[in-house]
Structure formats: structure tokens, C-alpha cells
């Protein structure tokens, strides 16, 4: 056994949530080890769809054209309800820089996420199994074994990223409550020489149901759940000439299948730890929650997961925000995991429905897909932009209750296509939030001489405190802000996107977490009270 070795942070599991993790570690150049069981990263397809509002998280990582390179944008789906003409469930509706769902295998996303850590400068430890976690007042410890050698570690904080089965929770003797939903569905990637498709295909009816996911080199994902099947033994393996014979079952007019890739069936669940933070070890991704696979949700959330929890880190870690600071990840994180559980528990026990209940599902959904608005509540809660953080009780607090009715508040997500023109050419907010982290927009208006004064010295008493944590910009609508120094930035809100859509007035101060979502929104052009709302915010 040798020493002990020492980390800030500790990630148990490479999968999506772990390489999520560690690259945004890596970005901040924040001390942690990445452990992980496999030698390699996963061959198999698995999750297979990155919804929006997760290629804006990879934006502000710096890794969304890699996935953008080699994924595929699904438009939508065709939902065939029962009948011959499908309903279309479009995704041009998103409100997003990427109004669709990106289809590309999970055994992609984990390459993309280990080879961008890599040209960071960062890796994980492959072949380390973590045979024992403890909780101590020192700090977290961890065993594993590497080569038949047993390695000791102790950190700070541990991210347990190690799936439904999560070895951290069973040790730490953390709940994971929740049941067995009792359907088996099955699952392949193969050729379908008779269907050339670029939406999702969903077929249901008395029989059952199924669903083609088309990938960029023109195979499909198969899914679905064989109604005649349900009840019986649980099988480990499926053979091809089993998913043909299920989709001849639920199929009026079945395709053929060939070339299969990967052919399995799998059970679903929904559970949820209690709490995602016990003492310094949190839970991330499938160690958190798990639940069936309708909406494509899971490997989302759990990336989004480990956006929200590694910023927070890297504030307390610095002296920047108090140890209570990270009970905001529960806070945040754990009511949208709830939804989504409960959500596709839902829509599952609507899938299943037949018989007269089955025909009014269908005269129903048909009926509700003709509306355009339908379509576009649809689209983008799918997408995730709608997983916003504002009815937490931290950023209650900080909302102020004067602003405008339409005004962006804490908690909320800042949209990505917001414009304005820095003297150069026209920009957006996602890459001033990349490069700077937290970012603070004052709206100046127009040549302010003593307001301009008051915002300077606003500037440098927050870098006195924070030191270069917050960039501070001005804003103003157009024409010529002079000032005396180059300290601050002025950007020119000349699409008014700024004023009009996120409500921002004379006097106001924004200012933007590095995760895209509003920290404060404040109507006051009392700088000393803003200051007061800064280490609100970090308390």
C-alpha cells in the first residue's frame, strides 16, 4: 500500500458525466483525479441524443464544434398514432442557437469529451476500481485497486459519476429511492434498407410500440417495447431474428432489419437519491437518478449536472463563496430530476395505454400536435432551456421584485443568441461567459458622466474582494461613451436585445454565473447595495 495521495477533488466514472466533469475541472486548472473501472472509453452506442440546452453547456466549455462535427441534427419526429398519417413534432421551435436534437452515440460523446480533456492537458486513470469510500472529517477517502496494487486517496470533495450501480453510494449506505417500472423493451442499431428517414419515427399502437433514430451514416437506432412480451422472464440477450420478429408483431407493415451493431434488451426504473450532497461528496448523473429513455433525457441531464456542481467548486475552493454555497446543487438540480422522473414515468404509462383508452390517446395527441404552440411547449421543454433554477429559495432571494414583468431573473437562463456590437462586429453573450467566467452588465444608457464614475468605482471594489473573478462591461444603446480608462468594456446594445429581451433599463446591473444562468437581476443604481447582492449571491 503506498502513501496516501492528495486531491482537491476526486471524480469516481469516466463515462459522460465523469469527462463532463474533468473538462470543466481541467478548464479552471483545478486540482483532481479522475478515476475509472474501464480501460477504454465505451464502444457502444448507449444515449444517442444531446438536447439544446447541453450543446450551450459544451459552448461555454469550448467543445460544442467537435459534437456539431460528427453528430447528426434530427429535425423532429413523426409520431404514427395509431394510424397510416403521421403527426410531426417539429424542433425549428427551440429557442436556441441549435433548435434540434443532435443524434450521435454516447461511445462518440465520451471520445469527443476524453480527447478535448487530453488537448487541455488533463486525463483520466483508467483501470482503477474503487473498492472502498469513506467519509471522515478530514475529507473524503477512497481505495482502489490498479494492476492488483491498492492506492489511497483523500480529497476535499468527491463527485460520484459512477452510474446506476454507484459503488460511492452503496458505501456511504445513501438511499436510492424509487421502483421498477416492470417493462422490458428492446433495443438495436442496425440497417434499414427500406426506410430513408431524417426525422424520428415512433410507431404506436395496440401492439406496442417502436421508434427509429436515424444516425448520420444512414442506419437507425431501434427501440421499443413488444406488448405481448411484457410480464414474461427477463431476457439478457436478443438475437436479430428476435427484434424482426418483434417488429413484425408491433409493425402493420414491419421493415427488415440487417447488419446489426449492438442488439440488447433492458428494464427500466425510476429512482433519486434523497439528497445530492451528502457532507463533501455529491452525486452526479445515473449515481443521482436514473429513468427509462423516453425524451432523451438521461446522459443530458447528467452532463448538465456536472456543469452546475464544478463552477461552485472552484468558487469555494478559492475563498470566493462559503462551504453552504454548494447546497445550491441539490437545491437546483434535484426538483429538475424529479420532473423528469416523473415526467417519463408518465408518458410511459400513456404509451401503454390501448383499447378505447389507447384510440383517445391518439384522437387526442393528433388533435393537440395541429397546434402550433403545443409544438413549440413541446420542443423546448424537451430540449432542456426550460430547466431553469428561479423557483429555488437562494434565488428568491435575490430577485428583485420591481423589474419589468418580461425581465430575465435569478436562476434563470440567459439565451444564447443574445446581440450586441463591441466596435467591432456583432457578438453574442456565450463566448464573453467562456472566456471570463461571471460576467456583470451595467446598463449605462448613454454618456453618464457621473454614473459612469460610480461604475468604475463599483469595478474595483468588487475586484478588491473577488480579485478577477467578475468582468465588469458597460452597456449603452449606441452612439459615443467616452470614458476616462479602458478598465471597463463598453458593448453597445444596438439589437436591444439586452433592453428588450431580458429587460434591462438605465440603471440596471446584470450579473451572469458561468453556467449561462442569472445570478442577480437589479433594478437599483445603488452600487452599494449591489455589492450587498454580490456576497448574497456567494453566501
Same mark, same amino acid.
Given at each position: 500500500?503506498?502513501?496516501?495521495?492528495?486531491?482537491?477533488?476526486?471524480?469516481?466514472?469516466?463515462?459522460?458525466?465523469?469527462?463532463?466533469?474533468?473538462?470543466?475541472?481541467?478548464? %479552471?486548472?483545478?486540482? &483532481?483525479?479522475?478515476?475509472?473501472?474501464?480501460?477504454?472509453?465505451?464502444?457502444?452506442?448507449?444515449?444517442?441524443?444531446?438536447?439544446?440546452?447541453?450543446?450551450?453547456?459544451?459552448?461555454?466549455?469550448?467543445?460544442?464544434?467537435?459534437?456539431?462535427?460528427?453528430?447528426?441534427?434530427?429535425?423532429?419526429?413523426?409520431?404514427?398514432?395509431?394510424?397510416?398519417?403521421?403527426?410531426?413534432?417539429?424542433?425549428?421551435?427551440?429557442?436556441?442557437?441549435?433548435?434540434?436534437?443532435?443524434?450521435?452515440?454516447?461511445?462518440?460523446?465520451?471520445?469527443?469529451?476524453?480527447?478535448?480533456?487530453?488537448?487541455?492537458?488533463?486525463?483520466?486513470?483508467?483501470?482503477?476500481?474503487?473498492?472502498?469510500?469513506?467519509?471522515?472529517?478530514?475529507?473524503?477517502?477512497?481505495?482502489?485497486?490498479?494492476?492488483?496494487?491498492?492506492?489511497?486517496?483523500?480529497?476535499?470533495?468527491?463527485?460520484?459519476?459512477?452510474?446506476?450501480?454507484?459503488?460511492?453510494?452503496?458505501?456511504?449506505?445513501?438511499?436510492?429511492?424509487?421502483?421498477?417500472?416492470?417493462?422490458?423493451?428492446?433495443?438495436?442499431?442496425?440497417?434499414?434498407?427500406?426506410?430513408?428517414?431524417?426525422?424520428?419515427?415512433?410507431?404506436?399502437?395496440?401492439?406496442?410500440?417502436?421508434?427509429?433514430? +436515424? &444516425?448520420?451514416?444512414?442506419?437507425?437506432?431501434?427501440?421499443?417495447?413488444?406488448?405481448?412480451?411484457?410480464?414474461?422472464?427477463?431476457?439478457?440477450?436478443?438475437?436479430?431474428?428476435?427484434?424482426?420478429?418483434?417488429?413484425?408483431?408491433?409493425?402493420?407493415?414491419?421493415?427488415?432489419?440487417?447488419?446489426?451493431?449492438?442488439?440488447?434488451?433492458?428494464?427500466?426504473?425510476?429512482?433519486?437519491?434523497?439528497?445530492?450532497?451528502?457532507?463533501?461528496?455529491?452525486?452526479?448523473?445515473?449515481?443521482?437518478?436514473?429513468?427509462? +429513455?423516453?425524451?432523451?433525457?438521461?446522459?443530458?441531464?447528467?452532463?448538465?449536472?456536472?456543469?452546475?456542481?464544478?463552477?461552485?467548486?472552484?468558487?469555494?475552493?478559492?475563498?470566493?463563496?462559503?462551504?453552504?454555497?454548494?447546497?445550491?446543487?441539490?437545491?437546483?438540480?434535484?426538483?429538475?430530476?424529479?420532473?423528469?422522473?416523473?415526467?417519463?414515468?408518465?408518458?410511459?404509462?400513456?404509451?401503454?395505454?390501448?383499447?378505447?383508452?389507447?384510440?383517445?390517446?391518439?384522437?387526442?395527441?393528433?388533435?393537440?400536435?395541429?397546434?402550433?404552440?403545443?409544438?413549440?411547449?413541446?420542443?423546448?421543454?424537451?430540449?432542456?432551456?426550460?430547466?431553469?433554477?428561479?423557483?429555488?429559495?437562494?434565488?428568491?432571494?435575490?430577485?428583485?421584485?420591481?423589474?419589468?414583468?418580461?425581465?430575465?431573473?435569478?436562476?434563470?437562463?440567459?439565451?444564447?443568441?443574445?446581440?450586441?456590437?463591441?466596435?467591432?462586429?456583432?457578438?453574442?453573450?456565450?463566448?464573453?461567459? %467562456?472566456?471570463?467566467?461571471?460576467?456583470?452588465?451595467?446598463?449605462?444608457?448613454?454618456?453618464?458622466?457621473?454614473?459612469?464614475?460610480?461604475?468604475?468605482?463599483?469595478?474595483?471594489?468588487?475586484?478588491?474582494?473577488?480579485?478577477?473573478?467578475?468582468?465588469?462591461?458597460?452597456?449603452?444603446?449606441?452612439?459615443?461613451?467616452?470614458?476616462?480608462?479602458?478598465?471597463?468594456?463598453?458593448?453597445?446594445?444596438?439589437?436591444?436585445?439586452?433592453?428588450?429581451?431580458?429587460?434591462?433599463?438605465?440603471?440596471?446591473?446584470?450579473?451572469?454565473?458561468?453556467?449561462?444562468?442569472?445570478?442577480?437581476?437589479?433594478?437599483?443604481?445603488?452600487?452599494?447595495?449591489?455589492?450587498?447582492?454580490?456576497?448574497?449571491?456567494?453566501?
Amino acid at each position: 500500500m503506498t502513501s496516501v495521495i492528495e486531491t482537491d477533488v476526486l471524480i469516481i466514472g469516466a463515462g459522460p458525466a465523469g469527462l463532463m466533469a474533468a473538462n470543466e475541472l481541467q478548464k %479552471r486548472n483545478m486540482d &483532481y483525479i479522475c478515476l475509472e473501472k474501464r480501460s477504454r472509453p465505451s464502444d457502444l452506442s448507449k444515449a444517442l441524443g444531446i438536447q439544446a440546452r447541453t450543446l450551450e453547456m459544451f459552448e461555454l466549455l469550448g467543445v460544442h464544434q467537435e459534437f456539431l462535427e460528427k453528430g447528426y441534427p434530427g429535425p423532429g419526429s413523426k409520431l404514427h398514432l395509431g394510424g397510416e398519417r403521421p403527426s410531426v413534432v417539429e424542433l425549428y421551435h427551440i429557442d436556441s442557437q441549435y433548435p434540434y436534437l443532435l443524434i450521435i452515440p454516447q461511445s462518440e460523446t465520451e471520445s469527443i469529451l476524453e480527447d478535448h480533456l487530453s488537448s487541455l492537458g488533463g486525463s483520466a486513470d483508467r483501470e482503477h476500481e474503487v473498492v472502498e469510500v469513506m467519509e471522515s472529517d478530514e475529507g473524503v477517502y477512497v481505495t482502489a485497486k490498479h494492476n492488483g496494487e491498492l492506492k489511497r486517496y483523500v480529497a476535499k470533495y468527491l463527485l460520484a459519476c459512477d452510474g446506476a450501480h454507484s459503488k460511492v453510494r452503496q458505501d456511504l449506505n445513501v438511499p436510492f429511492e424509487g421502483e421498477d417500472e416492470g417493462y422490458t423493451f428492446f433495443l438495436g442499431d442496425v440497417d434499414v434498407p427500406a426506410l430513408n428517414e431524417i426525422y424520428i419515427n415512433m410507431h404506436l399502437n395496440d401492439r406496442g410500440a417502436v421508434a427509429f433514430f +436515424p &444516425y448520420k451514416d444512414g442506419s437507425y437506432r431501434v427501440v421499443g417495447m413488444n406488448r405481448a412480451e411484457q410480464g414474461l422472464p427477463h431476457q439478457d440477450e436478443l438475437s436479430l431474428q428476435d427484434l424482426q420478429e418483434h417488429l413484425n408483431t408491433v409493425l402493420k407493415e414491419p421493415y427488415q432489419v440487417e447488419n446489426p451493431k449492438w442488439l440488447s434488451y433492458f428494464g427500466t426504473a425510476h429512482r433519486q437519491v434523497p439528497n445530492y450532497r451528502k457532507g463533501n461528496v455529491f452525486f452526479v448523473g445515473d449515481a443521482a437518478h436514473i429513468h427509462n +429513455p423516453i425524451g432523451g433525457q438521461g446522459m443530458n441531464l447528467g452532463l448538465q449536472d456536472a456543469a452546475n456542481i464544478v463552477w461552485k467548486l472552484d468558487d469555494v475552493l478559492n475563498g470566493h463563496a462559503d462551504d453552504a454555497f454548494l447546497d445550491s446543487y441539490h437545491h437546483e438540480r434535484a426538483p429538475i430530476g424529479l420532473d423528469v422522473l416523473k415526467e417519463t414515468s408518465r408518458m410511459l404509462k400513456i404509451i401503454d395505454l390501448q383499447g378505447a383508452q389507447g384510440k383517445m390517446r391518439n384522437w387526442a395527441g393528433k388533435a393537440a400536435l395541429t397546434q402550433d404552440w403545443v409544438q413549440k411547449e413541446i420542443a423546448n421543454h424537451l430540449s432542456n432551456i426550460y430547466n431553469e433554477y428561479e423557483e429555488t429559495s437562494k434565488n428568491k432571494s435575490l430577485q428583485d421584485s420591481s423589474l419589468s414583468k418580461g425581465a430575465i431573473r435569478a436562476g434563470e437562463r440567459v439565451p444564447d443568441h443574445l446581440l450586441f456590437f463591441d466596435g467591432s462586429y456583432d457578438k453574442s453573450v456565450y463566448p464573453l461567459i %467562456r472566456r471570463y467566467g461571471y460576467i456583470c452588465f451595467i446598463y449605462i444608457d448613454a454618456q453618464d458622466e457621473s454614473f459612469i464614475h460610480e461604475s468604475y468605482s463599483f469595478s474595483k471594489k468588487v475586484q478588491e474582494t473577488y480579485g478577477e473573478l467578475i468582468k465588469v462591461f458597460l452597456v449603452a444603446k449606441g452612439g459615443t461613451v467616452r470614458t476616462d480608462g479602458d478598465e471597463l468594456p463598453i458593448i453597445y446594445d444596438v439589437h436591444r436585445h439586452l433592453g428588450n429581451k431580458l429587460g434591462m433599463e438605465k440603471g440596471h446591473t446584470l450579473l451572469i454565473r458561468p453556467d449561462g444562468h442569472v445570478a442577480f437581476h437589479e433594478s437599483s443604481s445603488d452600487h452599494e447595495k449591489i455589492l450587498e447582492k454580490v456576497r448574497q449571491f456567494f453566501s
